[in-house]
Nanobody
Framework: QVLLVESGGGLVQPGGSLRVSCAASGITFSNYGMGWYRQAPGKQREFVARIRSGGSTNYADSVKGRFTISRDNAKKTVYLQMNSLKPEDTAVYYC?????????WGQGTLVTVSE
């Protein structure tokens, strides 16, 4: 059974930082690309960042320079370090694992950026 479990969400003030994590089980983690997506209230889910098995990364323009995705294959965990947070970053953040035709999702963790 594949499980992706996100953690680390919470309430943070504008300009603050937060790191969310996603722990994977049931997959050969090092073979999978890993991504983060988010869904704000009333909006569609959108791409945030991805890191491929080889370590290359991509970011949405809206987070480039503020967010950093990384992975620890030994811990089977992917991280998203979020700096200079803005109220518009408020969303449920979802972890995604992908390899060829296989794709898995976590349940999400809520990040709220507010005074």
């Amino acid at each position: 059974q594949v499980l992706l479990v996100e953690s680390g969400g919470g309430l943070v003030q504008p300009g603050g930082s937060l790191r969310v994590s996603c722990a994977a089980s049931g997959i050969t983690f090092s073979n999978y690309g890993m991504g983060w997506y988010r869904q704000a209230p009333g909006k569609q889910r959108e791409f945030v960042a991805r890191i491929r098995s080889g370590g290359s990364t991509n970011y949405a323009d809206s987070v480039k320079g503020r967010f950093t995705i990384s992975r620890d294959n030994a811990k089977k965990t992917v991280y998203l370090q979020m700096n200079s947070l803005k109220p518009e970053d408020t969303a449920v953040y979802y972890c995604n694992a992908f390899l060829s035709q296989f794709e898995y999702w976590g349940q999400g963790t809520l990040v709220t950026v507010s005074e």
